[in-house]
């Protein structure tokens, strides 16, 4: 597609229901990334998948937390058993390659609101 | 650590007025350099980036960013500030052997009528 698309826009849960977020990148892009931005904090990096590469999942926080990727097409990332403080507004990006030189393109992400 | 850090979180500045956004980073080469712009309920749009060469580099919507190698700094500018530039900016840095973006904690524009 034309952008990054992000689905939901919106997610309220219960803690400790699972919830599943999915990104579709950009055609043709290999990167895509997963950030977390909480209320008045920067973007913090969860999860990078590069091709067919092994992911990098240093960012992710817990085990509750897993990301999946089929190609170079569809991440779905998954949070198990969702804590209040998992809260956030979850980001993709995509870029052409490594994106050293293009830089991101970002969905507008996904708000998740554990209740 | 590699790091990037932006001392203001939050910037008033009235329309017309001259802006400036600091951002400074610690990398032991330097880094590929990015500004990102977030408007309300939006993802971050790509405002510009610098890689090498000229050291003032030139964006959309009328900002421009200095890279200062001495200052470690990457601070982005805009002579007149309109209403619609009132959003959160996020200042980057990239380099190969991290493979990813890491970003500062964002500075809050407000702008005054």
């Known amino acids: 597609g034309a952008g990054v698309s992000q689905s939901p826009s919106n997610k309220v849960t219960e803690k400790g229901k699972d919830v599943e977020l999915r990104c579709d990148p950009i055609s043709g892009h290999t990167a895509l990334y997963w950030y977390r931005q909480r209320l008045g904090q920067g973007l913090e990096f969860l999860i990078y998948f590069q091709g067919n590469s092994a992911p990098d999942k240093s960012g992710l926080p817990s085990d509750r937390f897993s990301a999946e990727r089929t190609g170079e097409s569809v991440s779905t990332l998954t949070i198990q058993r969702t804590q209040q403080e998992d809260s956030a507004v979850y980001l993709c990006?995509?870029?052409?390659?490594?994106?050293?030189?293009?830089?991101?393109?970002f969905g507008s992400g996904t708000r998740l609101t554990v209740v | 650590a590699q790091s990037v850090t932006q001392p203001d979180i939050h910037i008033t500045v009235s329309e017309g007025a001259s802006l400036e956004l600091r951002c400074n980073y610690s990398?032991?080469?330097?880094?590929?350099l990015f500004w990102y712009v977030q408007s309300p309920g939006q993802g971050l749009q790509l405002l510009l980036k610098?890689?090498?060469?000229?050291?003032l580099v030139q964006g959309i919507k009328g900002f421009e960013a200095e890279f200062k190698r001495s200052q470690s700094s990457f601070n982005l500018r805009k002579p007149s500030v309109h209403w619609s530039d009132a959003a959160e900016y996020f200042c980057?840095?990239?380099?190969?052997?991290?493979?990813?973006?890491?970003f500062g904690t964002g500075t809050r524009l407000q702008v005054t009528l």
């Open positions: 980057a840095a990239y380099t190969g052997t991290a493979s990813k973006l890491t």
């Open positions: 990006a995509s870029s052409f390659r490594t994106g050293e030189v293009y830089g991101y393109t």
């Open positions: 610098y890689f090498s060469g000229d050291t």
């Open positions: 990398y032991g080469a330097t880094p590929y």
